[in-house]
């Protein structure tokens, strides 16, 4: 078939127009994905660790909290991603910091402290845990018991919460040092034996049975017993207060990350969306400083547990 001038005009201006969408649809194609490629480039891992058992129910407490700084640290260049790993023992979580798997952790102070030693971590700020700030751990015994003082407690049997307690363990345990008592299991002719409860809702109820003589626990624990566990037990001795819980970072952690996050954390209590992420992180009111002499008290406190 022969064409006219006009037909050839139209059929050059088809092939035209289908070759540049070809080269649009090719043109779009490769940039999609260069642009795919360079936001899984800029995606980034900030990793919140803690210790315990219950690893689903912890992911839970811990993970808006992670998905908040996570928010809070991504712009237009770098999106980051919020992720919480539970650590089984100490030892477990030293090792994640020093092999760069966890960023922060958040635990009681001496926990951290012990951590910090194993692991090169430095706690940067307090967590208001239950709303609040402070806490001490108070030595308990039945109420007919004729234990009245720690010097009491030589020859007899204390019990303990587990080892990664700060209220529970180290705190008590330090406090005992401190006052010249040697710590055994069995207990010895001049020290005190002790026992783990494995739990802080068992040590009360250890010592009300008679399984121990005496057990330890944090005034906040004790307060909110039961009036009838209350009534069959008598505090005797008390120990330094120390801060509720501390955040820590991996040493190793880029600084101008470690303001971001600082800021972020200290400005979460005027942010209606931080708030309500802390009143569900166990009630949490705030994060503030930690000051120098608190730090201070806390290294005191854990060199005496070496």
């Known amino acids: 078939m022969k064409l006219n001038r006009k037909s050839i005009y139209i059929l050059l201006a088809v092939v035209l127009l289908a070759g540049l969408l070809v080269y649009n649809i090719n043109s779009s194609g490769v940039d ?116 009245s003082t720690a010097d009491d407690l030589v020859g007899k ?34 020290s005190i034996g002790f026992v783990f409860s494995g739990n802080d809702d068992n040590t009360p109820i250890w010592v009300i049975e008679g399984k121990a003589d005496a057990g330890v626990m944090s005034d906040i624990d004790f307060k909110k017993l039961p009036d009838t566990q209350k009534s069959e037990l008598r505090i005797i001795d008390r120990t330094t207060d120390l801060p509720r819980h501390i955040v820590s970072r991996r040493s190793d952690l880029d600084p101008v990350m470690v303001e971001k996050i600082r800021q972020i954390l200290l400005d979460m209590d005027k942010d209606p969306v931080g708030i309500g992420i802390m009143n ?5 009111k705030k994060y503030d400083e930690i000051t120098g002499d608190e730090m201070n008290n806390i290294n005191k406190i854990f060199n005496s547990l070496e």
């Open 32 to 147: 999609n994905g260069r642009e795919v490629k360079q936001n899984l480039e800029n995606t980034e891992i900030i990793s919140i660790g803690t210790i315990g058992d219950d690893a689903v129910r912890k992911i839970e407490l811990f993970q808006p909290t992670a998905d908040y700084i996570a928010e809070k640290l991504s712009d237009n260049k770098t999106t980051y991603k919020g992720k919480v790993i539970i650590a089984k023992t100490l030892d477990n979580l030293s090792d994640l910091l020093k092999e760069q798997k966890v960023d922060l952790f958040v635990e009681s102070p001496l926990t951290a402290a012990v951590i910090a030693n194993k692991s090169g971590s430095v706690p940067f700020l307090r967590r208001w845990k239950n709303g609040i700030g402070y806490y001490y751990s108070v030595f308990i015994v039945r109420k007919n018991s004729s234990i």
């Open 157 to 190: 049997t204390v019990i303990f919460e587990d080892p990664a307690s700060t209220s529970g363990y180290l705190l008590p345990k330090a406090y005992l040092r401190q006052k010249g008592y040697s710590l055994n299991q069995p207990a010895g002719e001049n």
């Open 280 to 284: 569900d992180f166990e009630k949490t």
